[in-house]
């Protein structure tokens, strides 16, 4: 939890910086990865991130995979695609910290990537039907986790009860406001997919960079874009701030 903490923590400052014309980088997990390897001791810091990427997607394997009767089905298939995300994600960052640094870093462009995809599927018989199919599917994710997060579900479960009222408040805060926004560029990616279906162009799918530019693009200018990042760098923190919880 903490990788994923640092990784939508640096996307959120790239796009910040997107917003007002501060860097060419791909305000996504590729740029995070590329923006780590310059620091010092970055390559130390992208096999420690890899590392956690790998424990996480081990930790979703299990909860998918170990029988629990209290366990539902639809909670399995979660942890499953939550596996098959971290696993592609270590993947890619320990790939570029061993030097495999194609593209954009750590996987290469997800603007690119979510493209190449897209023409790919729209290829296969009913592609556009499975791409408009997998954009709704985003846009349901995305509406799922920004309610879910507006509700701050399972506050027990996620080992506030402990806190001090004020750093409890806190806490949630940056849950609700950093899901909502996580929530707001699936749902965003997802409607970019089915328009790619509708019209039978992949160039339309969009992958985290493109989103995040689009935002840029509507009549609020930039700063919607500044709301929205903020709103990812506070999920970093609050993944961040869990993962603290959760250690022994």
Known sequence: MGARGVIYLLVGLLAVRVAFGGTSRQ?????????IAERPFGEVMLWILGLGLVGMAV???????????GTKKTKRLAAAAHCVFYAVAAYSVLSFAVGGRGGAGGGGSSDHQSKDITARVLQLPLGPWLVAAGGCALIAAGGWIAVRASLFKDRRK????GLPPKARRTVET????GGVSRGVVFAAAGGF?????????????????????TFRGTPAG?????????????????SLAMACRRSP
Do not use: C, S
């Not at 305000?27 to 923006?35: L, Q, S, T, Y």
């Not at 940056?174 to 406001?177: P, R, T």
């Open 27 to 35: 305000a996504d997990r590729g740029g995070a990865v590329a923006e």
């Open 59 to 69: 930790w979703q394997l299990a909860r998918a995979t170990l029988r629990d009767p």
């Open 158 to 161: 996620r080992g506030l009860g």
């Open 174 to 177: 940056l849950g609700v406001a």
């Open 193 to 213: 997919a089915v328009q790619a279906a509708l019209a039978y162009d992949p160039d339309r799918a969009k992958g985290l960079d493109d989103t995040l530019r």
């Open 222 to 238: 930039p700063w919607l874009l500044v709301v929205v990042a903020t709103g990812l760098m506070m999920f970093g923190l609050y």
